[in-house]
């Protein structure tokens, strides 16, 4: 079974500020990660995902995210944000033979000028 | 579809009644999720289909809620018997299978609210 831990329930920053979103998963097995991103009164919207290969990966919005395997986390960076930023984050799980998506309980980036 | 679409996107209903809400998963994607989240909380698993069939309906919560679909495509979540903390976003999403169905898109969501 995975689990998936945001330890950061809100995080708040000032607008151009660079913003860490932490994320760290258990599993017994070879796993796929994502961070989805919901702003107020949406859905979900997929921001970036590792399934193999370059640790780093790159989303939209000028998002990026780094697989570390010995640490088991997948932390969320952006080196300048915006006040459009402000968001729920969520990063989530899934082992490589599993259908099942898990989520962490989501950090809330609150972005001010 | 471009993606999938969840009917209605708001539905207010009186405690007690009965509520249908709808999911169209993108076009030929197989595998069809419904998930829950409520006020504050995070994101919970209610049942995954693969096809028509569910093999997995672990994370509905009571025997008032349940869910079909039809044809390989659209799903219906029903929710009998309304309660108040059935209140939440319910959310939908959909994936291909296979390695490239690792990657799972979801739905707007349809805010429910019973009063």
């Known amino acids: 079974a995975q689990s998936v831990t945001q330890l950061d329930s809100q995080v708040p920053v000032f607008e151009e500020a660079p913003v860490e979103l932490r994320c760290n998963y258990s599993?017994?097995?070879?796993?796929?990660l994502f961070w989805y991103v919901q702003y107020p009164n949406q859905g979900l919207q997929l921001l970036l995902k590792?399934?193999?290969?370059?640790?780093l990966v790159k989303g939209i919005n000028g998002f990026e995210a780094e697989f570390n395997k010995s640490q088991t986390s997948f932390h969320l960076r952006k080196p300048s944000v915006h006040i459009s930023d402000t968001a729920e984050y969520f990063c989530?799980?899934?082992?490589?033979?599993?259908?099942?998506?898990?989520f962490g309980s989501g950090t809330r980036l609150l972005v001010r000028p | 579809g471009a993606g999938v679409s969840q009917s209605p996107s708001n539905k207010v209903t009186e405690k007690g009644k009965d509520v249908e809400l709808r999911c169209d998963p993108i076009s030929g994607h197989t595998a069809l999720y419904w998930y829950r989240q409520s006020l504050g909380q995070g994101l919970e698993f209610l049942i995954y289909?693969?096809?028509?069939?569910?093999?997995?309906k672990s994370g509905l919560p009571s025997d008032r809620f349940s869910a079909e679909r039809t044809g390989g495509s659209v799903s219906t979540l029903t929710i009998q018997r309304t309660q108040q903390e059935d209140s939440a976003v319910y959310l939908c999403a959909s994936n291909a299978g296979g390695i490239a169905g690792n990657t799972i898109y979801f739905g707007e969501g349809s805010w429910l609210t019973v009063v």
């Open positions: 599993s017994s097995v070879s796993v796929y």
């Open positions: 989530a799980v899934k082992g490589d033979s599993s259908y099942k998506l898990i």
């Open positions: 590792y399934l193999s290969g370059s640790t």
């Open positions: 289909f693969q096809g028509n069939s569910a093999p997995d």
